[in-house]
């Protein structure tokens, strides 16, 4: 990849953080996609913070959420959560850097708007 | 051998020591090999002198009597020269060239000082260490075992089956206020000027009955009537109309009943000058004048029955004047005392003092919880009972199974006067918010989960009942035996304890050792100088101390804070395991400490142990932990090695579970089993109806297995208790106390466990006794 492809990559990973709203959690952001289908943040806090330099990564932690699917509880949702983040580095079990590479990950969770997860979440 | 540690002792050796304990193990180890392997003593003669002490210029082999060396020389000479073969040492002999007796002896002598040093090494076997000295024997084997080493751990934990808690459901109470107003107007009839009807609406002068008759015939037929009217209404002497098959129809007089009936016959009769009126219902007279009872005169005539104006042409209550008729047509009347006279719509009636009562009309969303209520334990609306200037209600019956209790009460929509119908109404709030915490009946556990059926069940016992009705139980606690941690391995262990060395002369050499059991017991001791010096509490003095830990089981969701990773997650979080994923990790803090889970207990200790780990700014993370600016969960979890995306879940998650962060470091310090348990307790109640809604279990947590051995045990031996769960007693010991203390009577094999090598065989011990650098790690 060239200098400029990267630096043009780069850009516009800025401006998409730039225009999410920044969250502290993640919290926020499933109340928000449960309400209005979905939402998008920028995870920022010292953990996360901590979290990248752990990583070595300088890229946002960004998370697009959209809820997918309704619950027998009232107020409550399943919604889809992406996690991306861009130059992550890996170690190996000795704990050898590893090539570094974007991250991404998918996973589903049923959540309700009063901020916490459903009660009948099992068994109901 | 009684060991007691004084504290100074104690605190001298931590002073001392700057590597980790299993390091100065070694060290102390590979100090005792010369008392270990030092004599090595000849069975076959008197000799009992170190050998290597005794060769003077070490000139005699290891072992052999200087004294008789030349005569043992000699012989061996002779032998080799009758026979060079028949001996090993024959070849070293005859290539030396020296045919003194004891040339032999000088030969090997310079080679069995090496050879004495590598055994002094523990380079094991030792025939392997003699093979090019020339005197080269055969040992009798030692003799191997199997054995087991390590232990079974075993924790006792819990399991909630239990109805759910609804905490603090919201609802409203919203007022209307409706006004019913009854009119006192009534219209009048004026005898004078003609009939006037209300509720009947009828007015006539003589001979102009053709309303009069209408309002009676529509009236009988609203009522179910088959009508028939009778007699003529110009000739007004008489008239009337008989209904069938209905409902009777009552005729009053100034409000007074004169009769009920389906037959209604108006007469008039002129008698003489006079006339004589009246009224017959059901053919008997109820109203007349001259000749009848009651005076006409003034007389406000309601013709009523059971349904309200059953002709379309009356008037129906007004908006403005509910609750009275007038009658069109009406042109002239008089209306009682209290009431005047108006037009309205060009038709007279009369108006006001009207008679209206409010009726509160509550929407309430919280009838459904407040008929879970007790009895008698519901205050009025804005009233919260405190217990203290508002006392708490006293029941005056079980209630239901599903009880609830009202939480808050607050007034939303505060009193003001508003205009209702025209008519102002006043109340003291007119909207109430109120929570109502519930037990429901919808039962909840957390005891089916898998990793039960690996315990052993101990036994199950009712840990919250219903106040009001005692043999309902609300939640039952079972509790397990769990093995969180099996650390026995099958080991092979050799005995050398009956090892002897016959040289190629049939000498034979006493070589035995036997297995060395102690190496963990100096670490332990080690270790607890370590501890001792660089945990003293600086505010107690106190030494070997504890931590009050808790963490909480909420009954009024599915989360229990008190669980445990299961995978002994909290050992990732031991000061080793942290140094080994970081670049500058050292190993001069203490190993075998858990400085990491005691952030909120003792900040000083981490900062201390993680700097002396990584060194100042060896770690941004560490720099945020130390300002505060990081969470201790976070911290450690931004150290794990492992995928991004497992720990970005960890980051993720841990702000969306509701256990606070004390909770969870309580339940890592329980992975690590650094803790002792000392029970539960019901920590939050509904204040009236008490019902459970958490359950807090304590211990005493310890930064390392050692403390928490020495802290029980020694507690233990001064009749000191942990105390309970409400009360823990997690201090350590004064320097007096620790004098006290017989550490040789403590079982540290718990700890002792940590400090031994796992899974190496046969010689795992000999790593640290031959300063070998490839020694396995420990934890």
Redesign the interface.
């Known amino acids: 990849m060239s200098s400029r492809a990267l630096i043009v990559i780069l850009a516009l990973l800025a401006q998409d953080a730039m225009a999410r709203q920044t969250v502290s959690?993640?919290?926020p952001l499933?109340v928000e996609a449960l309400r209005k289908g979905s939402a998008e943040g920028l995870?920022a806090n010292?953990?996360?913070?901590?979290?990248s330099?752990?990583?070595g990564s300088t890229a946002p932690?960004l998370?697009d959420v959209v809820r997918i699917g309704s619950h027998q509880e009232a107020g409550c949702g399943r919604l889809r959560?992406t996690?991306s983040?861009a130059g992550?580095v890996?170690?190996d079990?000795k704990?050898h850097a590893l090539p570094a590479k974007d991250?991404r990950?998918v996973?589903q969770v049923n959540?309700c708007g009063s901020g916490?997860?459903p009660?009948g979440?099992?068994?109901? | 051998m009684r060991k007691r540690l004084a504290p100074m002792a104690l605190l001298v050796c931590a002073g001392l020591a700057h590597g980790d304990p299993m390091s100065e193990a070694r060290a102390v180890g590979q100090g005792s090999v010369d008392t270990i392997y030092g004599g090595i003593n000849y069975s076959g003669s008197a000799w009992t002198q170190d050998a290597a002490q005794a060769s003077t210029g070490g000139n005699a082999p290891y072992g052999v009597d200087p004294s008789t060396a030349s005569t043992q020389g000699a012989a061996l000479q002779a032998a080799c020269a009758s026979n060079p073969a028949s001996r090993a040492e024959c070849e070293g002999l005859n290539a030396s060239a020296d045919t003194a007796n004891s040339g032999v002896y000088q030969n090997a002598g310079q080679i069995v000082p090496q050879d004495v040093y590598k055994l002094r090494e523990g380079q094991l076997p030792i025939d392997s260490a003699l093979a090019d000295t020339g005197i080269a024997g055969a040992y009798s084997a030692c003799t191997t075992q199997t054995v087991t080493q390590g232990q079974q751990y075993f924790d006792e934990q819990y399991c909630h089956d239990y109805y759910?808690r609804?905490l603090d459901q919201p609802c409203t109470k919203t007022l209307d206020v409706e006004l019913v107003c009854e009119s006192r107007v009534v219209l009048r009839v004026n005898t004078a000027t003609g009939w006037y009807w209300c509720g009947g609406c009828a007015y006539n002068r003589d001979g102009q009955w053709s309303t009069y008759k209408d309002q009676v015939t529509n009236l009988l037929q609203a009522l179910g009537n088959q009508t028939q009217f009778a007699g003529s209404l110009t000739a007004g002497d008489y008239w009337g109309v008989v209904g069938t098959g209905g409902a009777a129809m009552t005729f009053k007089v100034n409000g007074h009943a004169y009769g009920t009936g389906t037959s209604f016959w108006y007469y008039h009769i002129h008698i003489g000058r006079g006339i004589s009126y009246g009224i017959c219902v059901n053919n008997s007279p109820t109203f007349q004048q001259s000749g009848c009872t009651g005076a006409i005169n003034d007389s406000m005539v309601d013709l009523s029955g059971q349904a309200d104006c059953p002709n379309p042409t009356w008037r129906p209550p007004t908006e403005d004047y509910p609750g009275h008729y007038y009658c069109p047509g009406a042109t002239t009347i008089s209306c009682p005392a209290g009431s005047e006279a108006q037009v309205i719509d060009g038709n007279s009636t009369c108006i006001g003092d009207l008679q209206c009562s409010e009726r509160d009309d509550w929407q309430d969303s919280c009838a459904g919880y407040a008929s879970r209520v007790p009895p008698g334990l519901l205050p009025p609306d804005g009233v919260n009972p405190d217990g203290g200037l508002v006392p708490f209600p006293v029941a005056t019956g079980p209630g239901p199974k599903d009880k609830c209790e009202r939480t808050t009460s607050v007034c939303t929509q505060p009193g003001e006067t508003r205009d209702i119908d025209d008519h102002p109404v006043t109340r003291d709030c007119w909207q109430y918010t109120n929570t109502f915490t519930c037990l429901d009946l919808?039962p909840?556990s957390d005891c089916d989960q898998p990793r039960w059926g690996s315990c052993t069940t101990l036994g199950t016992s009712c840990i919250d009942r219903d106040e009001l009705i005692p043999d309902f139980c609300t939640a039952e606690q079972t509790r397990f035996s769990c093995m969180v941690a099996d650390t026995t391995r099958e080991e092979t262990v050799t005995d050398c304890g009956t090892q002897v060395y016959q040289d190629s002369s049939g000498a034979v050499w006493d070589t035995g050792h036997e297995p060395d059991n102690d190496l963990a017991s100096v670490v332990a001791f080690m270790e607890a100088g370590r501890e001792a010096g660089g945990y003293i509490d600086p505010d107690s003095l106190e030494l070997f101390k504890g931590f009050d830990s808790r963490c909480k089981k909420k009954l009024f969701?599915?989360v229990n804070c008190c669980n445990k990773g299961g995978t002994s997650s909290g050992s990732m979080f031991s000061n080793s395991a942290i140094a080994?994923?970081s670049?500058g990790g050292q190993a001069a803090a203490s190993t075998y400490t858990f400085d990491a889970l005691f952030v909120s207990d003792a900040p000083n200790w981490v900062i201390n142990g993680f700097s002396s780990v990584f060194g100042s700014g060896t770690s941004?993370?560490l720099a945020?932990l130390l300002a505060g600016?990081?969470?201790v969960e976070?911290?450690l979890?931004?150290?794990i090695?492992?995928?991004?995306?497992i720990?970005?879940?960890a980051?993720?998650?841990?702000?969306?579970l509701?256990c606070e962060d004390r909770d969870i470091e309580t339940a890592l310090k329980r992975d690590a089993r650094l803790c002792v348990d000392l029970g539960g307790y019901c920590s939050k109640k509904v204040p009236i109806i008490g019902t459970c809604l958490e359950r807090t279990y304590s211990h005493c947590c310890f930064n390392s297995l050692l403390a928490k051995a020495i802290n029980t045990q020694g507690k233990a031996q001064l009749g000191m208790g942990m105390g309970s769960a409400k009360q823990p007693n997690c201090g350590g010991f004064t320097a007096a106390q620790l004098q006290q203390l017989d550490l040789a009577a403590m079982d540290l094999s718990e700890f002792m466990d940590q400090v031994r090598p796992q899974g190496v065989s046969p010689t795992a011990t000999s790593c640290y006794f031959q300063g070998e650098t490839s020694c396995p790690a420990v934890h």
């Open positions: 959690s993640l919290k499933l995870l010292p953990d996360a913070k901590a979290f330099q752990t990583f932690i998370i959560v996690t983040q992550v890996e170690r079990q704990g991250q990950m996973y959540f916490r997860f009660i979440e099992e068994g109901r | 759910l609804v919808d909840k969701g599915l080994a994923v670049a941004s993370a945020g600016q990081v969470s976070s911290f979890t931004s150290l090695p492992g995928p991004w995306s720990a970005m879940l980051l993720q998650f841990s702000g969306l509701s």
